[in-house]
């Protein structure tokens, strides 16, 4: 879903340079960033990359692209991995030298495991000693800087020449976005951006550099999955991580419907298929339910749409008992599974592979699938969510439970289109259903604690100018982590509404506690040392205030919060970016302690 940013950010205007027939080769690099249409560049400011950032303030005159300052590398491929998650698009985020990298190296993880396309462009010390200033130099220098990061990176090089930083960039976007898409990063030597040119170089036209068209399989490969499709009695679809665009999803539509299939979402990915549709069997979660769990075990056939661990979702089903359904498998997701990082989870039996990208798939089965005339089961009851009792001084007295906080602002919002840029551990797929394909953008994918804030500032960019209110909930510990991710949507007046689920409390492991006590035979009252945050409890609404932000809050009672929420959202139309701080039970939905907590006694 290519949506334009509207209104652009705030920019520094820079005083006009001289005219000036110099050429510097950092310039070069700049004007290669413009032909490639990148419309901002996220950084943390270092010496390292002082050239490239002199070119774009006094060459490009801060624009196409544009620097938006953060004050951390983390937040700046957080930024930009917020971004593409709407658009679709890669953004640029520089890092300083090692130091920088190290710091980013998180979020490069996130981006990698998510499978989203960010260019991280770098800088080392100068290559050649003689160049180098004392101490400072050399410690900023690294003989294989990009061995930081090799493993969760698609692609990474040192260019030596301008022509071969040319073919760098437009080789690091291509590979970026080629599916499966990931971050990649190129580091330039210091000295290299400083030197003069002879002459302007030319500039390769990036549009006969892109990516490649989307893969398609075999026509048998087609037919056998129609074939297994249309004669199955019982077929489920797993919708995992594809595309934000309307037509791939009016296509999933329209499969599943000829299919009458049952379909399963997962709340780790963004909004995939319509969750109030008759045919979206159970709520999505980041485990499957009791009730998913039962839908997939009666399935003869499984389609998956590039599901996150398909392997674990069937053994969440089947246990150790063998998988009984046929399964069909549409991903191209190995093509990134290197042995360092286990991201790629365990290995799923398949029947049939159909080695491509979910959206020509399902194109190409409804051109192929004959339509089931047997009707889909009736939707199962739904089981009682409950909540982890909380122990003693969790909340602080509030009244608020999650759902109670998704309630309210669901009213709150009326009919206004909204995009969930981020959800808490503790929200739950019943909570709030899903129409559009940006109604809901999904996870970080490598659980950085942290990355909320940065990746929702990044989203919301890129929704600026639309007519969507982007909303963020996010958990305590997320927000604490990132939050001086927020002076960067104040400084550049990104809008948007951040509702922290302020629960004092690194409750997941309090969950993960209790087990190992209960395992153990000793007292589960103690689950709570060592996770609160609450003596003294910091004050986050302060922390966005002190940034120059609106923040609101804590908001202890049910009966304040519907108000407050109004307030702050007519805030966000006006161009403000608004912090509520709502103190809220703790507790998780049953399959989400579920899935913590599974394992072998």
């Known amino acids: 879903m290519n949506v334009p940013s509207g209104p652009s950010v705030r920019r520094d205007i820079p005083t006009p340079s001289e005219p ?40 490009l005159g801060n624009e196409k692209p544009q620097m938006m300052v953060v004050l951390h590398e983390e937040h700046a491929v957080a930024i930009a991995h917020g971004y593409t998650k709407v658009t679709g698009k890669p953004l640029v985020a520089i890092v300083h030298s090692n130091v920088g990298l190290m710091h980013g190296s998180m979020a490069i993880f996130d981006a990698w495991v998510d499978r989203v396309p960010v260019i991280v462009l770098g800088a080392t010390g100068p290559v050649d000693a003689n160049k180098r200033r004392p101490w400072i130099d050399w410690i900023h220098t690294a003989q294989d800087q990009a061995a930081l990061v090799r493993h969760f990176i698609k692609w990474d090089a040192q260019p030596a020449s301008i022509p071969s930083a040319n073919e760098a960039l437009l080789r690091a976007r291509q590979i970026a976005t080629t599916a499966p898409k990931g971050p990649v990063y190129v580091c330039f030597d210091a000295a290299l951006q400083e030197s003069k040119l002879a002459e302007r170089p030319p500039i390769p036209d990036p549009a006969r550099y892109l990516a490649p068209p989307p893969a398609r399989p075999s026509d048998d490969i087609v037919a056998q999955a129609a074939v297994l499709l249309s004669e199955a009695s019982r077929p489920v679809i797993l919708m995992g991580r594809v595309s934000r665009e309307v037509e791939g999803w009016e296509q999933r539509i329209k499969l599943a419907e000829t299919l009458n299939a049952e379909v399963l979402t997962d709340l780790r990915v963004g909004a995939a298929f319509p969750t109030d549709h008759p045919l979206h069997a159970a709520p999505s979660g980041n485990f499957l339910t009791a009730n998913a769990q039962e839908v997939l075990r009666e399935a003869d056939v499984v389609l998956s749409l590039d599901w996150l661990d398909l392997s674990g979702t069937l053994k969440q089903a089947w246990g150790d008992k063998p998988v009984g359904s046929k399964i069909i498998q549409v991903s191209v997701d190995h093509y990134n599974h290197n042995g360092w990082s286990m991201d790629h989870q365990g290995l799923p039996p398949v029947d049939v592979f159909m080695l491509c990208e979910p959206e020509p798939a399902v194109a190409l089965l409804n051109q192929h699938v004959k339509p089931r005339k047997t009707p889909a089961p009736a939707k199962r009851p739904l089981l009682p969510v409950s909540v982890t009792p909380p122990a003693p001084g969790a909340t602080g007295g509030s009244n608020i439970a999650v759902a109670t906080l998704a309630a309210t602002l669901k009213r709150a919002v009326g009919e206004q289109e909204v995009c969930l840029m981020r959800l808490p551990l503790s929200w739950s797929g019943e909570m709030w259903d899903f129409r559009h394909p940006l109604d809901f953008l999904g996870y970080d994918g490598g659980g950085g604690i942290g990355s909320g804030p940065g990746m929702s500032i990044g989203s919301a960019l890129a929704l600026k100018g639309s007519d969507r209110l982007p909303v963020a909930v996010i958990g305590d510990g997320d927000y604490m982590m990132g939050v001086n991710a927020l002076w960067t949507a104040a400084n550049a007046r990104i809008p948007m509404l951040m509702v922290v689920c302020n629960n004092r409390s690194f409750f997941n492991d309090e969950v993960h506690q209790e087990r190992v006590a209960r395992q153990r035979k000793r007292p589960i009252e103690n689950r709570w040392i060592g996770q609160r945050i609450s003596d003294p409890p910091p004050d986050l609404a302060m922390m966005a205030r002190g940034q120059g932000l609106t923040g609101v809050g804590p908001v202890v009672d049910a009966s304040e919060l519907e108000e407050v929420l109004r307030n702050a959202i007519a805030a966000v139309k006006k161009g403000e970016t608004v912090v509520v701080d709502v103190l809220v039970q703790t507790g998780y939905s049953p399959a989400m302690t579920a899935g913590l907590t599974r394992s072998k006694d």
């Open 20 to 59: 000036d027939e110099a050429v510097w080769a950092s310039d070069a690099i700049a004007d290669m960033l413009r032909a490639m249409n990148i419309p901002y560049v996220l950084l943390n400011p270092g010496a390292s990359f002082r050239g490239l950032h002199d070119s774009i303030v006094n060459h």
